[in-house]
């Protein structure tokens, strides 16, 4: 029954690292499990005596989340595909719903100069991303087909770094880091198709990327946690901008447009203020 739950638990961290805007590491907080799939990730190679333990926790939560991820990458693939404008802007429902609970994960956010820095780091961080990724198109895949290169492979390895250490981390998308980079449709292309090859230097950088940022986010959350959320806060905040798809040209599309932003507004908000209660 343990191991049922935890596939079942995996599979809806699954979920929530294919759609933009909803993190992974929120979902495991909600799910109960969050600290210990830090420690387990983070101490896999190096504490002996519990690897075995590790091990078998890992392998049933990723049992669940590649089942998901593999059906879910279809009807993302799908919608992307048809429906991309409207996608966008549940997506940015999403991370607007979002915010308060990020803001709301520490109990003394109170405004500093080193909570300020922080913040406009991750800022800066984004709006770099998006100004200077060679394969930035507004925020959106475009071009889900590309010639392979060694630059090409590099871009991969960068965004499963990125992307793998943010599935981990409470408050941003995985998922998320994949759009801004002009990666994510490609990816769920990649995944809908079972192709090898970009899943494969992809899953290089996404294990050396949840690894790392194991360590780095356990250390930042015990030692920093005010200024490891406001950074968090910029980061999300400044993602509203690359991902932003501009609004359909008739009246009725932007009636439907703005009902699909405040739904999805409305589930992260709700989603993030039953965590927090």
């Known amino acids: 029954m343990q191991t049922i739950r935890l596939i079942l638990k995996g599979g809806i961290i699954g979920i929530a690292n294919v759609i933009p805007g909803v993190s992974g590491g929120t979902m495991a907080v909600v799910l109960g499990i969050y600290e210990k799939l830090i420690e387990a990730l983070g101490n896999f190679f190096t504490n002996k005596t519990r690897r075995k333990e590790y091990f078998l926790f890992l ?17 993302m693939d799908y919608l992307l595909t048809n429906y991309q404008v409207y996608t966008y802007l549940f997506f940015i429902g999403l991370i607007l ?19 300020i820095f922080t913040f406009l780091i991750a800022v800066a961080l984004i709006l770099g991303l998006f100004f200077f990724t060679p394969e930035k198109n ?40 994949l759009i801004l980079l002009g990666q994510y449709h490609y ?15 992809l ?21 920093y946690p005010k200024e490891t ?20 040209a008739g009246v009725w599309e932007k009636v439907i447009a703005l009902v699909i932003g405040l739904m999805a507004f409305f589930i ?5 203020e039953r965590n927090s209660a």
């Open 59 to 75: 392998l049933k939560v990723f049992i669940g989340a590649g089942i998901t991820i593999l059906l879910f990458s279809w009807v």
């Open 97 to 115: 719903g979002s915010i308060p609970s990020i803001y709301k994960s520490h109990s003394d956010m109170k405004l500093n100069i080193v909570s």
């Open 138 to 177: 507004t925020g959106l895949d475009q071009g889900v087909e590309h010639q392979w290169s060694v630059q090409k492979a590099l871009i991969l390895i960068i965004s499963g770094i990125l992307s793998g250490g943010s599935m981990i981390m409470p408050g941003i998308s995985g998922s998320f880091i």
């Open 187 to 201: 990816i769920i292309r990649s995944v809908k198709n079972l192709s090898v090859l970009p899943l494969f230097f």
């Open 203 to 223: 899953g290089i950088g996404i294990g050396i990327g949840i690894w790392t940022f194991a360590k780095i986010i356990d250390y930042l959350l015990k030692k």
């Open 229 to 248: 959320f406001y950074f968090i806060l910029g980061l999300v905040i400044a993602s509203l901008i690359p991902i932003f798809p501009g609004l359909p």
């Open 268 to 272: 992260s908000f709700t989603l993030g």
